[in-house]
Structures are given as C-alpha cells and as structure tokens.
C-alpha cells in the first residue's frame, strides 16, 4: 500500500507501482479542483490488474468506436445500483462527475511534460524559500526530502503569524494548534501560484 498527499510529486519521482506497491490512493485536489471550503474533493485510487475487480465505483477502459475512433467507455462497475447488492463493493450514491471532470480538463491541458514541468516549478520554489527563510534566521528543524512543503522555526513565529494574517499575508499554517509542542513552527507551502518576490516578502516579514 502506498499513500501520497501531493500526487503532483509523482511527475518527478518513481511510481509507487515500480516500488513494489499493489495499491496506492491519495489527495488529487491540486489539480484543478477548488478548495471549496473544504469540499467535494477528489481522491485517487490505483491498483494492479489484478486487484481491480476489487476496486470501488467504475472503471472507465480505452476503446475504438465503429469509425476507429479514439473512445472511452464503462469497462467495471461495481456499485450495487448497477449489480446484485451481495457482490457490490460500492454504494457510493453522491456524484463525483464535476470533480473528476476538472482533474480530466486539468490533466489534459497539462500533458504529460506539462506536469512534470509544473512539478518541478513547485520543488524549485521550495527550495529557493528553504534558503529564503533559512537565510532570514529561521531553522529547518527536519532533514527529510520536500517536495513543496516544509516546516520552519522560530521564537514567536505563532504570534507573527497571526499579526501577519491580520494584515492580509497567509504565512503558512501555523501548527502550534494541532499540536502544543509545536507553537514555534510554520509549516510553508509553495506552488506555482506564488513567486521569488512572495517567498522574498514572507522571508522579510518572518525575520522581523
């Protein structure tokens, strides 16, 4: 089993798949779909041939129309609105369409070197705030890899941080309230919707 909370990591590191894992699920929100004051969201869940009629909800195959045209269609579906209950593995009744639309619309924009430029952006920016924040006296309290986020420390950093987010500025996710040990420690993320001069701005704002 693996698990990943930012699949767009996966453009740029080997698929879990190749590393031995039968099924792997996570988070698909960054790509394209709001927050939504958080929901609907969209998950994703893979797995190996043969695990797939095991699989919840419906699968979709690649096919050729009567014209050989390009075309998709329900190839599995294991919801009990469509087959005997006793062998149903799903009853998911809500409807999901306009999220994995998005993901679809997202995706194809994108392509396949699309998304991997997109990936590195995101770990070039994390890097570059890493420094950033290192530089303006901050510490990287762990020395584990990132991708795009990463945690800080600093005296104070809990009340700057709330003095900053009344002025407007998202300095990261204070974590101080998830866990008391942690008070004095931000939590950044970066994507490709900020820049060197947002990460330079943060970085001066959190050394004052």
């Known amino acids: 089993m693996s698990a990943t909370a930012e699949p ?4 740029v590191l080997q698929a879990p ?3 031995g894992a039968d099924v792997a699920c996570g988070e698909a929100q960054s790509f394209g779909v709001p927050l939504s004051f958080g ?3 969209v998950g994703f869940l893979a797995a190996r041939q043969e695990l797939v009629r095991q699989l919840p909800g419906r699968l979709i195959g690649e096919t050729v129309d ?3 045209q390009r075309a ?3 190839t599995l ?4 609105q469509h087959i005997r209950r006793e ?3 799903s009853n998911i009744c809500t409807n999901q ?3 994995a639309l998005r993901v679809a619309i997202y995706l194809a924009l994108l392509g396949r070197r699309g998304l991997r430029k997109l990936a590195l952006a995101n770990l070039s920016l994390a890097q570059y705030a890493r420094g950033a924040l290192s530089d303006a006296g901050l510490e990287l309290p762990y020395s584990a890899p990132v991708f795009n986020e990463f945690v800080v420390r600093g005296p104070g950093l809990g009340e700057r941080h709330a003095a900053l987010l009344e002025r407007g500025l998202v300095a990261g996710l204070h974590l101080g309230p998830y866990d008391a040990t942690l008070r004095d420690h931000l939590l950044i993320c970066t994507t490709e919707l900020v820049g060197r001069d947002d990460i330079d701005r943060l970085a001066r704002e959190l050394s004052a």
């Open 8 to 11: 767009l990591a996966l453009a």
């Open 17 to 19: 798949g190749a590393l």
């Open 39 to 41: 929901g609907p969201q």
């Open 66 to 68: 009567s014209g050989g």
């Open 72 to 74: 998709f269609v329900m």
């Open 77 to 80: 579906t294991t919801r009990e």
């Open 87 to 89: 062998r149903a593995t």
């Open 97 to 99: 369409g306009l999220c």
